[in-house]
C-alpha cells in the first residue's frame, strides 16, 4: 500500500470519538444516536459534505518511486516528480516569419535600401555563417550568425540577386531568441499535474520523452444484492438489472487506475467477508455499492468491522447518498457507495473522485461558483444534489428537478451536477450555487 495509514488514523482520532459505535449491532448504533455524545456534534454520525471532502483533501499523498513512461503512455497520468526542460524554447535563434534576414549596419543612410542576396536557409537547415546584405529565409529557420532582424517578405520587392525595402526594420524584429519561452533547466509543470494532451505537448517541447507519473491506483469493486442481475439478463419479479456494476467500470476506465477484481456478492454476512478480504489483499482501494443500510439483508458494515476495519466518514448529510461511507480495513481504503445507482454516481462523483485524486497525487477539480438561473426551493435539512446544466446564453445553472436515487435518465442531458445548500428552503435568481461539471467521459 502507497499511503501511510497510521497517519490517517492520526487525523481523524477526533472525529472517531464520536462514531466510534458505527460498526455496533443496529441496535446498540441507535440507542448511541438517541443518547448523544460528548464532542459536540449533537448526536449525529453524519458528516457535512464539506467536511467530507476537506478529510480527503487531508488524506497523506502516496508515496514512494512512479514509474517512467513515454509521453505515448502518458496522458491522464500523474507527476510524480517536477517536470524539467532538458532545452531551451526555442532551442535557437529563428525566423518567426518568412522573408529575409539582414544585418542592420548594412541599412546605411535614408532608405530605401537595396541589399543583395547571398544565400537561402529553410527549417533543418544549419546556421549560415555571418554575412552582409540579406539572406532568404522561412518561418522556423535558424538565425545566420549575427542577423539583427527578419523583414517580411510582404514588405520587399525581389528582383534577382537583390531586394528593396523602404521600412528600416527594429533590432530583433521577427526573430524568436533562444530561451525567450523556456529556459534550460527550468521547472515547466509541478510534481501533481494532470498530464492533459496540453501538458504533454509542452514536455515534448522542452526535449522530454518520458515523464516520471504516479504509481497506478489498483481498485477491486465488490457490488452486492440478491435481487441484481447483470444487465441484459431476462428479470422475474422482484429482480433488477445491474447498474453499478457497468456504471463504475465505466468511471474506473482511466489511465491512473488499475481496475484489478469486479465482484458481485450474495447477501450473506460470510460472502462479504470473503469477496471483501480477497479485494483488500490485491487493491489500494475497495468500493463497495449496498449493504449500507441497517437491515437484517444489509452487511457491508459488519463485514468491515469483522476485518478489523476503521471508520472515517460514516455518513454524510447529502441528498442522495447519505450512508455513504469511507474508512480502511486490511490495508486498503474502502469508498462505501449506497445501492441505488443515482446515489451512487452522486457519491462517487462528489467523494470518490477527490479520493482517487488524492490516491494519485493529483488535484481534485474545484467547485465552481455561479449564479443561479430561475428560483428554485427544495426540502431543507440535507444538501441536495441535482444534475445540472449552464445555460448557453448567460452561463448560469440550470437544475433539473428534484433527484429519485434510483433514477439515471436525468444524469443523460446534464452536463454537470449543482448542490444545493441544506440550510436553505430557497434560493432566488442569480443566487451563487456550487457546481461541478462532469469530466470528459461521465
Known sequence: MLLVMGQVAVRISALMRCRKNIFEPEGAMKDDRQAGCDCGCGGSNALSLEEARSMIESLPLQQGSGEHVPLSKAHGRVLAVPLRAAQSVPAFDNAAMDGYALWLDSCVGEGPWRLSLSGRIAAGDLPAAPQTGAVRIFTGAPLPQGADAVVMQEHVRHTAGWIEFSRRPEAGENIRRKGE??????????????????????????????????????????????????????????????????????????????????????????????????????????????????????????????????????????????????????????????????????????????????????????????????????????????????????????????????????????????????????????????????????
Do not use: C
Request: negative net charge; proline residues 7%; without cysteine.
Open 181 to 442: 519561452e523556456i529556459e534550460a533547466g527550468e521547472t515547466v509543470l509541478p510534481a501533481g499535474s494532470r498530464l492533459t494532451s496540453r501538458a504533454l505537448a509542452v514536455a515534448a517541447s522542452v526535449g522530454q520523452g518520458s515523464v516520471e507519473v504516479t504509481a497506478k491506483v489498483r481498485v477491486a469493486v465488490v457490488t452486492s444484492g440478491n435481487e441484481v442481475r447483470p444487465a441484459g439478463t431476462v428479470l422475474s419479479s422482484g429482480q433488477v438489472s445491474d447498474v453499478n456494476g457497468p456504471l463504475l467500470a465505466a468511471l474506473l476506465l482511466r489511465p491512473d487506475v488499475e481496475l484489478v477484481s469486479h465482484v458481485h456478492v450474495k447477501d450473506t454476512l460470510a460472502a462479504h467477508v470473503d469477496a471483501l478480504s480477497e479485494a483488500a489483499g490485491r487493491a489500494d482501494l475497495v468500493i463497495t455499492t449496498g449493504g449500507l443500510s441497517v437491515g437484517e439483508e444489509d452487511h457491508m458494515r459488519h463485514a468491515i468491522a469483522a476485518l478489523g476495519g476503521e471508520i472515517m466518514i460514516p455518513a454524510v448529510n447529502l441528498k442522495p447518498g447519505k450512508p455513504v461511507s469511507l474508512g480502511s480495513f486490511g490495508g486498503a481504503f474502502w469508498l462505501g457507495l449506497p445501492g441505488n445507482p443515482m446515489a451512487a454516481f452522486v457519491t462517487y462523483t462528489l467523494l470518490g473522485l477527490p479520493l482517487l485524486d488524492r490516491l494519485t497525487g493529483g488535484q481534485a477539480a474545484p467547485m465552481k461558483r455561479i449564479p443561479l438561473s430561475g428560483r428554485l426551493t427544495h426540502s431543507a435539512g440535507r444538501t441536495e444534489a441535482r444534475p445540472a446544466s449552464l445555460d448557453p446564453d448567460t452561463g448560469h445553472v440550470m437544475f433539473g428537478g428534484p433527484v429519485q436515487s434510483a433514477r439515471m435518465s436525468p444524469l443523460v442531458g446534464a452536463e454537470g451536477l449543482a448542490l444545493i445548500p441544506g440550510d436553505v428552503a430557497a434560493l432566488d435568481e442569480g443566487d451563487l450555487v456550487d457546481y461541478l461539471p462532469f469530466s470528459d467521459g461521465v
